[in-house]
C-alpha cells in the first residue's frame, strides 16, 4: 500500500498548490481536499471518490473573514452562527462568489462553507493559502471514514496524500444550515437545531430527498448513502425472530438484545461518545465474517438525531 508513510502538513500544501488531491484530517471526518478555486483539482476529487458531480462540495476555510472570499450577500444570521459555532462541526449555505466554479457547487448559485476545529486541517488550509474543497474521504456511497486508515483502506490508489491527524472526535458530518431564504436545517449532526435558533430563532428542518439526475437541494441526501457491505440493520428485532449464524450486534449503553453485543456505541449511553465511535465500528464489522450487522435504536435526541439520520441510510428496510 502507499500509505504510511503519512504526508505531512507541508507536503499536503505543496501538493493543493500543484493542484493535487489530499485527504485531510477534521473533527467531523476525514475529507479528500482540492483547491476550490480550480475545476480540475475538483474534477480530481469527483473522480477519486467516484461521486457524481450533481452532489456538491463543501469549501473549507480557516478564519471567519475568509468567508467573504467565497460568498457573498452574507446574512448577519451567518456572522452570529459563526461566531456560535466555528471553527466547529458547522457547514453554512450561502449565495456564491463567482470565483467559486460551477463544479464545486453543481452549478447551485450557492456554495456550502465550512471552518473546521481541527489543528491540522486549519495549518494545511493556512499554509495552502486557499480555500479547500472537501466532501468526506470515502468513496461514493461508502461509509466516511474517521482515521487515516480507513481512507488508505478506499483510496490510497487514487490521491496524492493522506495527512494522518488520529481519530476525529465528533465522528460524524457537520450539521448544515442553509441561510438562502430562511434558516433552514439540510443535515443533522453535532450542531443541534436547538443550537441554531439559540443564536438565529427558530430554524426549519428540510426533510431529506432525492431527485436522480439534478443538484440535491437537501444535500448528501441519497437515501443509499453510508452504506457497509455486510447489511446493517437499525432498529428492534422481535424476540422469535431467527438471525443469520454470524449475526454482529453494536448496542448502545447495556441494553439487552437478541444476541451479546459484540461492541457498545457507549457503555454508558454518552451519545458524544457513541456518535464518535460510530463509523469506525461500521468500518471494522463490515468484513466477510458476519452476514449482519444489527445496530440498537438510539435517542433521537440531540446529536442522536444525526447517528437516526445516518443509521436509518445505512440500514436494510427488513430483515433479511
Ligand atoms: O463534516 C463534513 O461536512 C465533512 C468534512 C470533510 O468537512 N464533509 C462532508 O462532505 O461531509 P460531503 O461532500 O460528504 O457532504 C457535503 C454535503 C453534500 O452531500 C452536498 O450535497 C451538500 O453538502 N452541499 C454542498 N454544497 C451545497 C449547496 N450549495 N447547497 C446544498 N447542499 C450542499
Ligand atoms: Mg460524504
Not at 222 to 237: A, Q
Amino acid at each position: 500500500m502507499k500509505f504510511p508513510p503519512w504526508t505531512s502538513v507541508s507536503e499536503a500544501a505543496d501538493l493543493l498548490k500543484a493542484g493535487e488531491v489530499v485527504a485531510i484530517p477534521t473533527e467531523t471526518v476525514y475529507g479528500l481536499a482540492g483547491n476550490a478555486y480550480n475545476p480540475e483539482a475538483l474534477a480530481k476529487i469527483f473522480a477519486a471518490k467516484e461521486r457524481p458531480t450533481f452532489d456538491p462540495l463543501i469549501v473549507h476555510i480557516a478564519d471567519i473573514a475568509e468567508l467573504e472570499n467565497v460568498a457573498r450577500d452574507i446574512p448577519d444570521a451567518a456572522y452570529r452562527l459563526a461566531e456560535a459555532f466555528w471553527p466547529g462541526p458547522m457547514t453554512m449555505i450561502l449565495p456564491k462568489k463567482d470565483c467559486i466554479p460551477d463544479l464545486c457547487t453543481s452549478a447551485l448559485p450557492s456554495v456550502a462553507v465550512r471552518f473546521p476545529s481541527h489543528p491540522v486541517a486549519q495549518a494545511i488550509i493556512k499554509e495552502s493559502g486557499l480555500p479547500l474543497a472537501a466532501p468526506s474521504a470515502n468513496l461514493f456511497k461508502h461509509v466516511s471514514p474517521t482515521t487515516a486508515e480507513h481512507v488508505a483502506a478506499q483510496l490510497a490508489d487514487r490521491i496524492a496524500g493522506i495527512v494522518d491527524g488520529g481519530p476525529c472526535s465528533v465522528g460524524v458530518e457537520s450539521s448544515i444550515i442553509s441561510l438562502v431564504g430562511a434558516p433552514t436545517v439540510l443535515r443533522p449532526g453535532a450542531i443541534t437545531p436547538e443550537m441554531f435558533a439559540s443564536v438565529v430563532g427558530p430554524v426549519a428542518i428540510k426533510e431529506s430527498s432525492s431527485k436522480p439526475g439534478q443538484a440535491m437541494e437537501a444535500p448528501g441526501q441519497c437515501d443509499t448513502h453510508y452504506k457497509p457491505s455486510v447489511p446493517l440493520y437499525f432498529g428492534t428485532v422481535p424476540t422469535n425472530y431467527k438471525l443469520p449464524e454470524h449475526t454482529v450486534r453494536i448496542a448502545f449503553g447495556q441494553q439487552a438484545g437478541p444476541i451479546p453485543a459484540t461492541v457498545s456505541l457507549s457503555e454508558t449511553g454518552d451519545m458524544t461518545e457513541a456518535t464518535a465511535n460510530l463509523y469506525a465500528f461500521m468500518h471494522d464489522l463490515d468484513t466477510p465474517d458476519y452476514d449482519l450487522i444489527l445496530v440498537d435504536p438510539i435517542p433521537n435526541t440531540g446529536v442522536g438525531m444525526a447517528l437516526n439520520d445516518r443509521l436509518k441510510r445505512a440500514s436494510i428496510k427488513a430483515l433479511p
